[in-house]
């Protein structure tokens, strides 16, 4: 009896998650540009992030990582936009 590794999942995040970090301080200077608070800027940055790394699927490419960051972000803006009369207080 031989015993053998799963193969890895297709929907593991660990080979992804270096490509959006690596872009983390677009994704803050991105942010900067909706909010004059840094505070708030750094909250959108990070929930811009960790939607990305949910969502993103491990084969996506390089346009495909900054595609899904700038989306993210925008739908975060928008969505606090929308519930609260005022992005970032979510």
């Known amino acids: 009896m031989s015993v ?5 999942s297709r929907n593991r995040h660990g080979d992804i998650d270096p490509r959006i970090e690596a872009l983390s301080p677009d994704v803050h ?3 900067r540009r909706f909010f004059s608070s840094e ?3 750094a909250a ?5 992030i960790a939607r990305a790394k949910r ?3 491990v084969a996506a490419g390089e346009d495909a990582v900054r595609l899904c960051l700038f989306r993210s972000m925008h739908d975060i803006f928008a ?3 929308r ?4 992005p970032g207080r979510s």
């Open 83 to 86: 519930s609260n009369g005022r």
């Open 44 to 48: 959108l940055a990070r929930k811009t």
């Open 29 to 31: 200077r991105m942010a």
């Open 79 to 81: 969505a606090d936009l």
């Open 55 to 57: 969502e993103l699927p």
């Open 4 to 8: 053998t590794a799963n193969p890895p």
């Open 39 to 41: 505070k708030e800027a």
